[in-house]
């Protein structure tokens, strides 16, 4: 079961990093935004304090943020993912063969887009015809372990901002929006052991490690980047409150 401790002032929740695209358009949004697992790892080394923290780790049913999950599908929050052009553009894809890669994808859930963009910046677009056919997270991840030719150095320059490309567009929706809202200024963090890089290496049921960042063993991309779409999100508030406008509910 997840564990939340709250506190409206917790440090490093509402920290984030320069990157802010504010775009309307998804398919112009910039992917390099000078963070990597690496750097996120050295930033959460430096947080040496406790802080109140949300950690999630799936999408079954029952778990409070299951939402936050990649692998997290319902038919209701499905959202059309718009491809970033600029992953095409590192990957060297010509005008001429970009119809090869739908600019717009339904998608069920975010592991999907992530997945697409995985493909489209290794420029393997059987690869990414393939994803966009998947029906199920588990098939999307499978299809993505076999994109190639693969460079990792590349990936891991685009991977930060893949993240929030993604979950942009996923808490677009606004059951999903006002879920995201609603944990605060809190820390949030996928616990497991299993994974090194989206996750803090570290499982839901050491709860005394997880609230020191500096103790986690992973980069916690996907936190880290639900707390980028939370900040801005929020910018976006600021604006159309000062335009008058409506918010969200």
Known sequence: METQQRHPDSHAASKTSDFQDHS?????????????????????????????????????????????????QRTNDSFEFVLPRQLLDIAGVSEDQRDQYAPVIHCDFSEKAIMLCKAAVMGDANSYAAIAAATTPKDAKLLGRTVGPWNDERWQQVVCGVAVAALRQKFAVPTLRKKLQSTGHMVLAEATRQDK??????????????????????????????MQVREVQRAEDQVHRGAGGDMHG
């Open 197 to 226: 890089v989206w996750a803090i290496g570290i499982n839901l049921n050491m709860p005394t490690v997880y609230q020191v960042p500096a103790r986690w063993r992973g980069s916690n991309i996907l936190g880290w980047a639900l």
């Open 24 to 72: 309307t358009n998804p398919a112009d949004w910039s992917v390099l935004t000078g963070e990597t697992p690496q750097t996120r790892m050295a930033s959460w080394r430096q947080q040496r304090e406790r802080v109140d923290v949300i950690a999630f780790y799936q999408d079954r049913q029952g778990n409070p943020w299951r939402e936050f999950s990649n692998f997290y």
